[in-house]
């Protein structure tokens, strides 16, 4: 037997241990737009609380989302992070329509904090809601999705719900990227297991993040992950390491946004937490983005180079790989069809993880919306 052999032979033995985990895990999820809507009486207060730093694009959009929410008992705070475009006039024109909005000014941001991670904090000490829901700025709400959010959150006993959200990228590369990304993401975090508090596995998305406010301030909030550029994620582990409940739900349907506009948006987006991710760590970065090439790009390319054994263990990969594309697809409300650019949506993940850990190396840290911020500092926020 040939090397080739071998290494498609583990190709497939890791897509088969990742299918034996993901298709029945992923069915474990719930839909939240299955649950029905009955909010107890009284319904708990709600805080919503979203920062925007020159989010001019979609911010209009989104906010009238917000503001058509029907919920009985919300209060809206909304926080302008040092913008440099309209995003503040756009804010203060549906503050003065809107009474429920309220509107926040961040001038300056101070030592220690990540622009989004202060704006958010700053928000939640104006907040006095029963319930804290941190979303993005350029989310966009169906009316009755706190009705059945809450609902589900009170009927369950969680302390912490996150929803994924409808991507809405205006290519057909983009949307296989981001159905590639949402695979790769769940293999990662196991979302499924989020639950059991018996695992360490934890969950937070940033555009439907809805916890608790007690738990919120027990586990410091985001003053504790300051300086953390996967803020949505690691609040979702501080709340499981005390001990809190937490569920991730599919929010299809109910939750929706234009993740990046373009490769080059995308590309530079995801500067901010693909070195973050693996907590800084420069051998699990490089080695995350070779297993990436290894066992989701090369069974597409041995089907071109390979042949005999070899090439049908090739072919049992990528048929695995697909369906599971093709499911997670389903539940996200995605074509199937994009699941033919896997390849290159992994490749150009790679890409990213290496650019990216090379990138935050050569200039000492990460530079995110014309904040830098050193690489040192970023290393002590460790959760």
């Excluded at 991670?117 to 104006?126: E, I, R, T």
């Excluded at 990213?352 to 002590?380: A, K, M």
């Amino acid at each position: 037997m040939d090397v080739l052999f071998w290494i498609n032979l583990f190709g497939l033995l890791c897509y088969s241990l990742i299918a034996l985990e993901v298709l029945p895990g992923s069915r474990r999820i719930p839909m939240l737009r299955e649950v029905s809507p009955h909010l107890p009486t009284p319904a708990p207060k709600v805080s919503l609380i979203a920062a925007a730093r020159n989010e001019e694009r979609n911010l209009q959009q989104a906010v009238e989302s917000l503001l058509r929410l029907d919920y009985p008992n919300l209060e809206l705070i909304l926080i302008d992070d040092r913008s440099e475009d309209a995003t503040g006039t756009i804010l203060h024109g549906l503050a003065a329509e809107h009474q429920k909005l309220r509107v926040l000014h961040i001038e300056e941001l101070p030592p220690g904090w990540l622009g989004k991670n202060h704006a958010l904090w700053v928000g939640s000490q104006q907040a006095s809601g029963e319930l804290l829901l941190f979303t993005d700025a350029d989310v966009v709400f169906a009316p009755e999705v706190l009705r059945h959010a809450v609902t589900y959150l009170e009927n369950s006993a969680v302390d912490h719900l996150a929803l994924t959200p409808d991507t809405r990228m205006p290519t057909a590369f983009l949307n296989m990227f981001g159905l590639a990304f949402g695979l790769i993401f769940a293999i990662f975090t196991r979302p499924w297991r989020a639950g059991d508090p018996s695992s360490p596995c934890h969950i937070g998305i940033g555009a439907f993040n809805l916890v608790r406010a007690e738990a919120y301030r027990q586990v410091g909030g985001h003053r504790t992950i300051a300086l953390r550029p996967d803020d949505d994620l690691k609040l979702g582990k501080i709340l499981k390491r005390a001990g809190y409940r937490q569920q991730l739900l599919y929010g299809s349907g109910l939750v929706a946004v234009e993740w990046y506009a373009s490769v080059p948006q995308l590309i530079r987006g995801l500067e901010k937490n693909a070195f973050a991710g693996t907590d800084y760590r420069i051998w699990l970065a490089l080695g995350g983005a070779m297993a990436l090439l290894g066992c989701s790009v090369w069974p597409y390319a041995a089907l071109l180079l390979t042949q005999g054994m070899s090439w049908w263990l090739a072919l049992a990969t990528v048929a695995l790989i697909n369906l599971l594309l093709i499911d997670s697809a389903r539940r996200q409300g995605s074509s199937p069809w994009y699941a033919l650019g896997f390849p290159l949506a992994a490749a150009l993940f790679a890409f990213i993880i290496v650019r990216t850990t090379l990138l935050n190396l050569w200039q000492g840290g990460i530079r995110w919306r014309g904040t830098f911020y050193p690489l040192e500092e970023l290393r002590r926020n460790r959760v």
